[in-house]
């Protein structure tokens, strides 16, 4: 299983020649990805410079969604012959870029092996990209991780409307000494999830309590007032456990991400690394299916922007 970090795209219109490509900078931008040839990833210069190794599949089911690895450009100390030598080691990670009309997320794989961070192949890919699209049509463009929500309310409001269910994650961390339900009355729900995330972590099981709507295909109202709710989110804030919205489309968005590590803050999703290696001929299998499963993994990053550039972070 491969995991993914998920990051977007923001295009900068100031320069005065910007406006007149704006309405082609995603067209723009998808040709200099459409093969291994028509870009090079090349930063430094003299003996800084690095050339980073990159091949490139879009898919026949839709032209939009970018698949590409990039390679890291580095050495590795190895043993040869009873003596220490350093060779070159271009391990690569897969980029999925969805370029279609008004969505401009990008999932950089976690694999530590091969980049010490997403951030890192973020920064090389945003780097040529951007000098690339500002000598093309004067438009640069900025790479941005997509942060967890700490702020469950302000999340669910953004998606009340078509949410279809939470999820309340019980055994992702320990209870704090200082816990306390004085600002609730009713401790019925949380006398019965102190002792499941106490059980869960114990015995290390994994659970979680799913609230749906009483009517299928109906959104999930959440009463703010309610203390039941209010217990849940107040549980989950102090232990750091993820809730998770779910929407009719098939998003999720996960909630209370809070670690000292800003990478431990960036959504990830996930997707059999087989499937991208059947697309780049690297094993055997159904390619169709494998475009399948990749347009899955992208319809459930789900972010999708305006014509004006202007994005909001999940953020509280």
Same mark, same amino acid.
């Given at each position: ?24 900078? !995603? ?5 200099? #990805? ?24 879009? #898919? ?55 980049? %010490? ?42 998606? !009340? ?53 009483? !009517? ?34 098939? %998003? ?11 990478? %431990? ?44 550039? !202007? ?6």
């Amino acid at each position: 299983m491969a995991k993914f970090s998920h990051y977007y795209l923001q295009y900068d219109l100031n320069d005065l020649f910007a406006q007149e490509y704006k309405a082609k900078r !995603q067209e723009i931008f998808g040709e200099m #990805l459409e093969n291994d040839k028509s870009i090079s990833f090349i930063l430094g210069e003299g003996e800084n410079l690095k050339h980073y190794k990159h091949t490139v599949r879009h #898919l026949r089911i839709n032209h939009n969604i970018i698949v590409m690895r990039i390679a890291n450009d580095s050495k590795k100390e190895v043993i040869q012959d009873f003596k220490k030598m350093s060779v070159r080691h271009e391990p690569p990670c897969y980029v999925i870029i969805d370029n279609r009309d008004h969505c401009r997320r990008v999932a950089i794989q976690r694999n530590r092996e091969a980049w %010490a961070s997403t951030g890192s192949v973020a920064h090389v890919m945003k780097e040529v990209l951007d000098q690339a699209m500002r000598r093309n049509c004067h438009i640069g463009i900025a790479m941005h991780p997509q942060y967890y929500p700490k702020d469950f309310y302000k999340a669910w409001r953004m998606h !009340q409307h078509h949410t279809s269910g939470l999820r309340f994650g019980l055994a992702e961390g320990e209870v704090p000494r200082n816990f306390s339900n004085k600002l609730q009355t009713d401790d019925s729900i949380m006398g019965f999830a102190l002792k499941v995330n106490e059980e869960n972590i114990r015995k290390k099981y994994k659970t979680e309590l799913v609230l749906t709507p009483a !009517q299928a295909g109906t959104p999930l109202l959440v009463d703010e007032d309610s203390v039941y709710i209010r217990n849940l989110v107040n549980f989950h804030a102090m232990t750091g456990s993820p809730i998770v919205i779910e929407t009719t489309d098939g %998003a999720r968005f996960t909630c209370f991400i809070d670690d000292d590590e800003d990478s %431990a803050k960036i959504i990830t999703s996930e997707m059999e690394r087989n499937h991208l290696d059947i697309l780049f001929g690297e094993v055997e299998g159904d390619a169709a299916a494998a475009e399948g499963k990749v347009m899955e993994f992208v319809n459930g990053m789900k972010y999708v922007v305006d014509d004006n550039e !202007q994005h909001e972070e999940d953020e509280a």
